[in-house]
């Protein structure tokens, strides 16, 4: 008898349920045959054949009021789960309830059908003790069995002989979404991506012949999705079959996707999207070819950006930056990189150009980005400035050309907003040779190779020397001496002056200790550093504080020299700077005084002891003018501050600034900056001379 079953008209299981539901199975009338079908989340029977009428002594209607459960008193719930499984036929020797309540043994054989919410069950009475026996040492060996493979997490495959699989654990058939019976044999490697097949036979042949090995392949799963995994194969030998092997699955396509979702952050730009700018360096490396040219670079900074920010805020300037970023994509060519280089700083590279297209490209990217838009309900205009570099015979590196298309950019902002600017030869090599004079004075820092030399400081009220004042000085060993009016601005710009500072201020108060033990302590009374605006922060009274402690310095011996210029550019926070200097015990003046626009009611404010009166003023003497350096000492005076005034170049300007109340005169009539060693061996000859 085929899967049909033989019963009464109104006791018919449904045709579809049938074939699919006891695939070829063979039914006589001795066979007890169930379905069983989840209702209302509870596994319940909702039929049975004349053999299971026969067997457990239902009726037909009694049976279908009975949940699975009845029928097996010894399952607990998750037992349960075991024999009815969604994945494959499951089989077990088990007491089955009867309906006089008593039990018989028999083996339950179950097989999902296809969505796994219905089941059929064929019960095999056994009455044979042997077989009894039997039956149950191989159900032994299957609970085993299930336990090792079939219940674990890792998708399992198992050949006894060949490419042909005698068994596939349930965490596959959840991994592709088919059932046992439809892989076993060869039908799992329908499974495999196409592309991934031979590499998978492959592989699958070295296991065979002994080997372990394992390749990446792609799974389709019935739902037409794909997975990407790992399959490891291992050599397995069964006795009478031969050669076969064990193979598990790893899918790793969430953790491809996380690698690539990082992979995508570190080299994309989280605010518009675009490469950032280490993207944008393996980009132009991967292109550039050395002794070629067509690659071209444009760089883009806009113009007034800060303008936007500060007052729309930066929200407004995020949206400018997205809104860029676009008009970028949409302007520049099929196949042309657009990166963000960093703030509002963006590049375009592009291949096969000469200079007269990159122009072109870099005129029509200006015109792009110069549409009005609405930012904060206001209207604006981005315009950019824009550098355009073409590659030529002598960039010998990738990163040369960014680096001159960089320099062609500032020289377009030097020109004018808004302006399209290819690299000026000329400027090209003053950039370079910038860069160079910027590792050597990083070398030189780094190497204490800056020349400390010392000039001193008199008192007008006995012309004796009281302090001195520390230069740095740069002895270049090819270009010779290089001026602070050059490597300090060059500093600032490099982000140098840091430790340029720290140097400088170190090495004065380590000479301070070394004039104290060979001349006696205060033949050197005080020594003033000069501090750039840059080191204007909350760092610079604990950089000093380190200092003196680390030669045993009292805070009095030390007077910070700060420009005027730089505490007008922010007031407020170089007031506060300053009060942390004052509270720590140092000295604090106002180097060049009169040259800047500060406020004289700010200035009362300032905690300050000593106003220095600028060169040029001093100078100003000579032809008879003494207006200004007369008003500075005097307000000097009135506020309770001490006035030093430099550049003092004749004995006529000292007696002319002595007579107007200058409390200090430092300058080459004086005395000249010296190094270290000779400003001791000359304070020692001059206390000499005072004695």
């Known amino acids: 008898m085929s899967a049909w079953i033989s019963a009464p008209e109104d006791d018919m299981v449904p045709p579809e349920i049938i074939s699919t539901v006891f695939y070829s199975a063979t039914v006589s009338d001795s066979l007890a045959i169930l379905v069983a ?122 050949s006894e002989q060949g490419m042909r699989l005698a068994h596939v654990n349930d965490a596959f058939c959840t991994l592709v979404g088919l059932r046992a019976e439809q892989l076993l044999g060869t039908g799992w490697i329908e499974t495999i991506h196409e592309d991934d097949l031979d590499g998978v036979i492959e592989q699958v042949s070295a296991a065979l012949e002994g080997a372990e090995v394992e390749t990446q392949a792609r799974l389709l799963r019935a739902d037409g999705t794909v997975r990407t995994t790992v399959i490891r194969f291992a050599h397995l030998f069964t006795p009478g079959m031969g050669a076969g092997f064990v193979g598990t699955i790893e899918d790793i396509t969430d953790r491809l996707a996380f690698e690539a979702k990082l992979a995508h952050q570190a080299n994309h730009d989280p605010l518009t999207g675009l490469p950032n700018r280490t993207l944008l360096a393996q980009y132009v490396a991967e292109k550039f070819r050395a002794g070629t040219s067509g690659l071209a670079c444009l760089f883009l900074d806009l113009d007034n950006f800060k303008v936007v920010n500060d007052s729309l805020g930066h929200t407004a300037g995020d949206e400018l930056l997205v809104e860029v970023a676009g008009r970028l994509g949409a302007t520049v060519r099929p196949g042309d990189l657009v990166a963000r280089f960093g703030g509002d700083e963006f590049v375009v590279v592009c ?123 740069w002895d270049h060993p090819e270009r010779g001496a290089v001026s602070p009016a050059v490597f300090v601005p060059l500093a600032e710009e490099s982000g140098l002056i840091t430790g340029l500072g720290r140097f400088v201020l170190d090495e004065t108060c380590r000479q301070l200790a070394e004039w104290d033990h060979l001349l006696g302590t205060g033949v050197v009374g005080r020594a003033n550093v000069n501090v750039s605006a840059l080191q204007l922060d909350d760092n610079l009274a604990a950089q000093v504080a380190d ?81 200004i350096a007369s008003a500075v000492i005097a307000m000097a005076r009135n506020l309770n501050l001490c006035t030093v005034a430099e550049g003092v170049e004749t004995v006529e300007q000292a007696e002319e600034l002595t007579r107007l109340g200058a409390t200090y005169l430092q300058g080459f009539s004086l005395a000249e900056p010296m190094s270290g060693g000779h400003a001791a061996a000359w304070f020692a000859a001059h206390s000499e001379d005072i004695s």
Request: hydrophobic share 40%; charged share 25%.
């Open 37 to 158: 079908e989840t209702v209302g989340g509870t596994q319940r029977l909702t039929w049975g054949n004349e053999g299971a009428m026969q067997l457990l002594g239902y009726g037909l209607e009694d049976l279908r009021t009975l949940p699975a459960a009845h029928l097996f008193p010894t399952l607990g719930g998750g037992e349960l789960k075991l024999l009815l499984r969604r994945e494959r036929t499951a089989r077990m020797t088990l007491p089955v309830r009867m309906a006089s309540g008593a039990t018989v043994d028999a083996v339950v054989i179950t097989t999902p059908a296809p969505g796994g919410r219905m089941w059929a069950m064929r019960i095999l009475d056994t009455t044979n003790e042997q077989e009894r026996a039997l039956r149950a040492t191989a159900d032994a060996h299957e609970r085993r069995f299930s336990a090792l493979t079939e219940r674990s997490p890792i998708p399992t495959l198992l």
């Open 351 to 473: 291949e096969n150009v000469d200079e007269e297209t990159a122009v072109a490209l870099a005129g029509r990217v200006s015109e792009a980005l110069a549409r009005p838009m609405r930012l904060g309900g206001v209207d604006i205009r981005p315009y950019a400035s824009v550098g355009v570099t073409v590659q030529t015979v002598e960039h010998a590196a990738a990163e040369e050309l960014i680096r001159d298309c960089d320099i062609a950019m500032y020289q377009a902002k030097a020109s004018g907003k808004g302006r399209i600017t290819v690299l000026d030869q000329e400027a090209r090599a003053q950039a370079r040779d910038k860069l160079r004079l910027v590792a050597e004075l990083r070398d030189a820092i780094e190497h204490r190779e800056i020349a400390m030399y010392y000039q001193p400081i008199f008192s007008t009220r006995d012309g004796q020397p009281v302090a001195v004042e520390s230069l740095a000085r």
């Open 547 to 627: 200092a003196l402690d680390r030669h045993s310095l009292a805070p009095s011996r030390i007077s910070v020299e700060i420009t005027e210029s730089a505490l007008m550019k922010d007031p407020a926070s170089a007031r506060a700077v300053l009060q942390q200097l004052r509270d720590l015990g140092v000295e604090l003046a106002i180097d060049d005084f009169g040259t800047g626009y500060s406020s004289l009611a700010y200035l009362r404010h300032l905690p300050v002891d000593c106003l220095k009166v600028d060169r040029s003023f001093v100078a100003e003497l000579a032809d008879g003018h003494s207006e």
